[in-house]
């Protein structure tokens, strides 16, 4: 069974650093890794997708790589401003499967 | 605009009272789910459907029911047999055709009294 693992569980840092969100899986056989956000009492706003065959994905100042052989994905937040402060989670889609699985998340909290 | 509406965002409801909560989507998704949220504990899978008239269970299902007579729409009920309702919902649909990637509504949020 597929397994997810988020770390760190939360996260404080000052405006304008540079941070890195880290996701695990423990099998390999992914069919894509999507990153969300969620703002508190909201749904999840997708971030990025990287498919099984690519290595990362940009969207400004977020950049989120994909390392299938160790199990890993990383989120990166260029310059974190106040209002990245939010929830964000990963999904692992399996290749056989259409049920994804979550990792619990990163709590992040930019202050100015 | 494409999207997944879920309503009502807020509802209150006594003990032993069934209630169902509506997901409807036009972005033309196979694959729709519905997800539960508490605090610490991350996204539960409820039910999930791949194509009209045919949904399965997801991890917690004890308590709940779903029907996905259309394609557009996947209402979630939540009994009387469920022994702690209060909680998040989250419904969601998904399309291969472009890569899985999910979509999510903006969520339900179920107080009972």
């Known amino acids: 069974k597929q397994e997810v693992t988020q770390i760190p569980a939360a996260l404080s840092v000052p405006e304008g650093e540079n941070l890195v969100l880290n996701c695990s899986f423990t099998d390999s056989a992914i069919y894509n890794l999507q990153w969300f956000r969620q703002d508190p009492g909201k749904g999840l706003t997708s971030l990025l997708l990287i498919q099984s065959s690519q290595r990362e994905q940009t969207s400004g100042r977020l950049n989120a790589s994909l390392d299938k052989s160790s199990g890993r994905s990383t989120l990166y937040i260029a310059a974190s401003q106040p209002g990245d402060s939010a929830t964000y989670l990963c999904?692992?889609?399996?290749?056989?499967?259409?049920?994804?699985?979550f990792g619990r998340g990163t709590s992040l909290i930019v202050h100015p | 605009d494409g999207g997944i509406t879920q309503s009502p965002k807020y509802l209150f409801r006594k003990e032993g009272q069934n209630v169902t909560l509506s997901c409807e989507q036009n972005?033309?998704?196979?694959?729709m789910y519905w997800y539960r949220q508490d605090p610490g504990q991350g996204l539960r899978l409820i039910y999930y459907s791949q194509i009209v008239n045919d949904f399965q269970k997801g991890d917690i299902a004890e308590g709940y029911s779903v029907s996905r007579e259309k394609k557009e729409s996947f209402p979630l009920t939540v009994t009387s047999a469920q022994k702690n309702p209060t909680a998040f919902y989250l419904c969601a649909s998904m399309t291969r055709e472009r890569a899985g990637e999910l979509f999510f509504g903006e969520g339900s949020r179920l107080t009972v009294l």
């Open positions: 972005l033309n998704h196979d694959a």
């Open positions: 999904a692992v889609q399996p290749g056989g499967s259409y049920i994804p699985t």
